[in-house]
Structures are given as C-alpha cells and as structure tokens.
C-alpha cells in the first residue's frame, strides 16, 4: 500500500486531520477557521478524485457530505458557539437527558404493554384544562389560587446550573 500525497505539503492523512480540526473548530466556535477547514477539505477531496481513480466515488461522496455539512453551518452560524467555555463555566449544553427522561415516561404510560384508561370525568377536566390553556385562560385560574405562579423567570438553556447534592 502506498501513501497517496495530495502536494508537496502533505499527504492523504492530512484529510484525517482537518475533519479532527474541523470538529474541534465547530466544538469551539471559531467561524472563521470552520470555513478555512471546509475549503481545505473540499481541495483535498478534489486532489484524491483527481489523483486516485480508484477513490473518485469515495470522495465525491464525502465531497457531497462536506457541502452539505457547509450548507448547515452557514444556516445555522448564529448557533456555532464556543462550547468549551460553556463547559467550564457548568452552562448547560444539552436537554437531552430532560427530553430523554420526558420520552420514556410518557412511552410508559402511553406505550402498548400499560395504556391509558380515561374516566369520563378525567377526560371532560383534561379538556377544559387544554381549552382554558389554548385560550390563554389557565394562567389567571392557577393565580387566583396560588398568586405565586408565574412570577418565577424562566432561565435560559444556558443559565441552568445543576443542583449539587
């Protein structure tokens, strides 16, 4: 097996190194060096198609992942955040822990081996619950009598501290 070398500054492994330094980038927040990584792995992608005929399919296929990894991240610059600080500071990153804790209790209660059974009582005040909800009417019943509800500020995602015990 020989190494292929894309130029005389480097070699294929090169392309194994920029996708690490992609993601470090991405992880990190530097836009900039995003872009700087995405043009120098669409170059080397290039070299391999043009120079390793046996590769061309293999890397027009990658081509085609990076442009669209490129296409997202363009969409979505605003949300390319340096992560690693976040991380330091104890800012939360991700709900996913929250969101897979919701998931599975409502696929408990709602999943085939355990259904839900509505009375016909429990049914009429879940409906009046959603329709004093979906009229903007729930809020001011629930402060009639208990005045303390809603005066608590929602925090950001990135506020949340955990509680340590």
């Known amino acids: 097996m020989s190494i292929l070398f894309l130029d005389n500054s480097g070699s294929i492994f090169e392309l194994y190194d920029r996708s690490n330094y992609l993601r470090a980038y991405v992880w990190t927040g530097h836009r900039d060096k995003v872009e700087a990584s995405i043009h120098r792995l669409v170059w ?3 070299q391999v198609a043009e120079l390793s005929p046996d590769d061309a399919r293999t890397a027009h296929m990658a081509l085609g992942h990076v442009a669209d990894l490129a296409d997202y991240l363009r969409q979505n610059a605003a949300g390319i955040v340096n992560y690693q600080s976040w ?3 104890g800012w939360r990153i991700s709900t996913s822990g929250v969101e897979a804790t919701v998931n599975r209790l409502i696929g408990r209660r709602l999943g085939k081996a355990q259904q839900m ?3 016909k009582r429990g049914a009429h005040l879940l409906l009046q ?3 004093a ?8 019943v629930f402060q ?7 005066e608590h500020r929602t925090m950001l995602p990135y506020e949340w501290v955990p509680q340590h015990s």
Do not use: S
């Open 133 to 140: 909800l979906l009229n903007e009417q729930l809020l001011p």
């Open 117 to 119: 059974c509505w009375t």
């Open 87 to 89: 991380k330091r500071r």
């Open 144 to 150: 009639r009598w208990h005045w303390e509800v809603g």
């Open 129 to 131: 619950v959603r329709c």
């Open 44 to 46: 080397l992608l290039d």
